[in-house]
């Protein structure tokens, strides 16, 4: 079974400004790298649709999607670009890549639990798990993950999902929407302190927070992934993956101070999938988040891409 591509045009096209580090040459630095290395002849590339508003009121209040959407479209009709606070900000073109961003995630886990095919990634933005019920923060509006997670939940008929979450920021939008939810068990790492200063006390018992020093490296990450994550994620048995796949622990990110490689990731990657495949049959949709340093993102993505659809 192969690995689906999510991707979409308008993803390119939300732009924050001149200078800001979520910029849209971080979907082409990915496509690039995927072409020049033969891997995207290896995937099911698929255009994402645009999101249905009721999956995304699974995860977010129903007066925060209808304010946001009204704002934004307000913005596309105007044509000026408004700051929604000191980090994110939204372009005419914002709405449309929102929508696709989490419309991909929902997509994609239809494609998965329908076995069309095994596993999916999502090369899209706005990233979204700074999002949470009721707000837009650092870089996210939706929260394409826990959208999708709740899709297949309350839609699809799962029991049990994970959400893995490796980006170097907490994901303190997932935690808001998921603590509590004991269908859920999120596990993550984040460099702490960092942005956006919260997770050193988990918010419900289905979280399992790792606040990891400055200057870190991956040894070390391995470590501790492997004591506070694996004996968690196994004894929960969840029936699909999900991932917050951020690339900016990447020691060459220049947003953390975290000292991951691309072996990292392929070695966390190839962990997660050894879950998946003995619980959850193979079942991954991982969604792009951070990662700003472009080389270093196109080939932190290719490894995790790789180990998802069993080519390396
Ligand atoms: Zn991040």
Redesign the pocket.
């Given at each position: 079974m192969s690995t689906a591509f999510y991707t979409h045009s308008d993803c390119r096209l939300h732009d924050m400004g001149r200078g800001h580090p979520e910029c849209p040459q971080r979907l082409d630095a990915i496509q690039d790298h995927l072409r020049s290395t033969g891997l995207d002849v290896a995937l099911d590339l698929r255009d994402a649709p645009a999101v249905d508003l009721r999956c995304v009121e699974r995860a977010h209040s129903a007066r925060y999607v209808a304010e946001l959407k009204n704002l934004l479209e307000e913005v596309s009709a105007s044509g000026q670009p408004r700051a929604l606070d000191p980090d994110t900000a939204a372009c005419p073109a914002t709405w449309q890549a929102v929508l696709r961003a989490a419309g991909a995630a929902v997509a994609a886990t239809d494609a998965v639990i329908d076995r069309e095919v095994e596993s999916a990634f999502c090369a899209v933005r706005p990233p979204g798990h700074h999002a949470t019920r009721d707000e837009a923060m650092g870089f996210c509006f939706f929260n394409n993950v826990a959208i999708a997670a709740r899709h297949a939940l309350d839609v699809r008929g799962l029991n049990r999902v994970a959400i893995v979450d490796f980006?170097?920021?907490h994901g303190n939008g997932t935690e808001d929407i998921i603590a509590g939810d004991e269908r859920v068990l999120m596990v993550s790492i984040f460099q702490h302190p960092l942005y956006p200063f919260s997770g050193a006390v988990p918010k419900g018992t289905n979280m399992v927070n790792v606040p990891i020093p400055p200057y870190t490296k991956g040894g070390e990450v391995r470590e501790v992934i492997e004591a506070m994550w694996m004996p968690q994620l196994e004894a929960f048995r969840p029936e699909m993956i999900f991932i917050s796949a951020?690339f900016?622990a990447h020691r060459e990110d220049e947003?953390g101070q975290l000292g991951l490689v691309e072996a990292d990731y392929e070695w966390i990657t190839r962990r997660v999938k050894g879950v998946a495949d003995r619980h959850a049959k193979g079942r991954i949709v991982s969604c792009l988040?951070?990662g700003y340093a472009l080389g270093a993102l196109a080939r932190s993505v290719a490894v995790h891409v790789r180990v998802l659809a069993d080519l390396t």
């Open positions: 980006d170097v920021h951020g900016d947003l988040e951070g």
